[in-house]
């Protein structure tokens, strides 16, 4: 913590205006709901980007302070706090310059810093679960081993088994020559 505090210290930290990209499967076959399309970030004038942003192009740009598909995720900034081992927002106070596009971090602690996005519903935090849960999974469908097919790159493959080869026989080479007085 800074002695005087009069003037806090300023992080700064740039935020994209364009929108992320849509996460679902080509949609134009039909929306279930407005709720399906406001998960997939399509907006029309059925959804509302969570009432945290403006629909152009049927996407969502989030106002400054929200990101995600829809808008519902609220940016604030945090520190890690060594005491209690977790990332907390207390004395430190979160602000927008809409105009430089930055978030504004103003405190008075000497730590880490983040600035993080934070779901702002049920559902959101449902989603950001699920969505940790799907990267912990395996990425081939027995767990380990993709099926082998040469032709799909043969360079990439002929440069790896090639490489190895290099190396085995390097090994083999130095062992033969190994000079057993040392």
Known sequence: ?????????VVRIPLPREPEPVPCDDMSSGVASSSDAAYCGLCDARTDCSLHGECIDGQCHCDYGYAGYNCSFE?????????????????????????????????CHLTDFAGVHVPTS????????????ESLRLPCGDGFVAEFRWNDNPSIYAL???GNALLLSIFVL?????????
């Open 1 to 9: 913590r800074l002695a005087d505090c009069s003037s806090p210290m």
């Open 75 to 107: 940016v604030r900034c945090v520190f890690w706090d060594e005491s209690l081992d977790t990332w907390s927002n207390e004395g430190v106070n979160t602000s927008y310059d809409g105009a430089n596009g930055l978030l504004l971090c103003a405190t």
């Open 122 to 133: 049920k559902e959101e935090l449902l989603e950001e679960i699920e969505s940790f849960a």
């Open 160 to 162: 790896v088994f090639g």
């Open 174 to 182: 130095g062992v033969r020559r190994r000079d057993p007085s040392e």
